[in-house]
Structure formats: C-alpha cells, structure tokens
C-alpha cells in the first residue's frame, strides 16, 4: 500500500504564500512523476504542477500558476512540495498530490489525473480577499 499525505495548507490573505508538502510512504514504487492537483467547490479537479521523480526533475505547470507556484522534490525524504507565492482568491480549493507508476516522455500526459495512480487526501487551501 502506498499513501500520500499532504499538509501545509491553510488561510492566507491575497498576495501571501504557501507551501504545500507531499510525503510518501509505504511499499516501494515505480514512481515516474509526482503532480499537484486542485478542485474548488463545484468544478472539475484541476492540473496545477507535475515534476519527473528521477534525473534533475523536469518541471511542467498549469498557465494559470506559472511564474507563482513552484513544484520541487526531496528523493530522500520521498517528499514533493508545491510553494505557492502571490496568491489570489482563485487559487482557492483542495489541493491534491499524486504519484504516477507510468513513464511519458512528455510531461504533458501528466496533466491528467487519469494518469496517476495514487492521491493524497487534499489539503484545503483558502485565500482571502
């Protein structure tokens, strides 16, 4: 059995920051990416970050939180954290990290949550006004 836990997440004034972490445990697996994903009340999950587990950890990011969020990675300590600068009040949702056991060549198929295979339980994040 695999778990992510999430944590880090909280109340924030608009234009602040966050940073979420991601720590994995249980069996050992074949991890190819880790992403971070969000859902707000009423609308679909949501791709936000995704990051190459091996190698110098290739970056891809949603349009919506580039040049704000930043996804990073301890192999080490099997943790992957998501910090999150200038917030606005639309990046408010729950936030999820996932793991995926499958290699693309382009980070892009990593987009989407059909892709990975196991979740976090989310960590609530909320930006005021």
């Known amino acids: 059995q695999v778990q992510l836990v999430e944590s880090g997440g909280g109340l924030v004034q608009a234009g602040g920051s966050l940073r979420l972490s991601c720590a994995a445990s249980?069996?050992?697996?074949?991890?190819?990416?880790m992403g971070w994903f969000r859902q707000a009340p009423e609308k679909e999950r949501e791709f936000v970050a995704a990051i190459r587990w091996s190698g110098g950890g290739s970056t891809y990011y949603a349009d919506s939180v580039k040049g704000r969020f930043t996804i990073s990675k301890d192999n080490a300590e099997n943790t992957v954290y998501l910090q999150m600068n200038s917030l606005k009040p639309e990046d408010t949702a729950v936030y999820y990290c996932?793991?995926?056991?499958?290699?693309?060549?382009?980070?892009?198929?990593?987009?989407?949550?059909?892709?990975?295979?196991?979740w976090g339980q989310g960590t609530q994040v909320t930006v005021s006004s």
């Open positions: 996932a793991a995926s056991e499958k290699y693309y060549g382009s980070l892009y198929y990593y987009t989407r949550p059909d892709n990975y295979d196991y």
């Open positions: 249980g069996r050992t697996f074949s991890r190819y990416a």
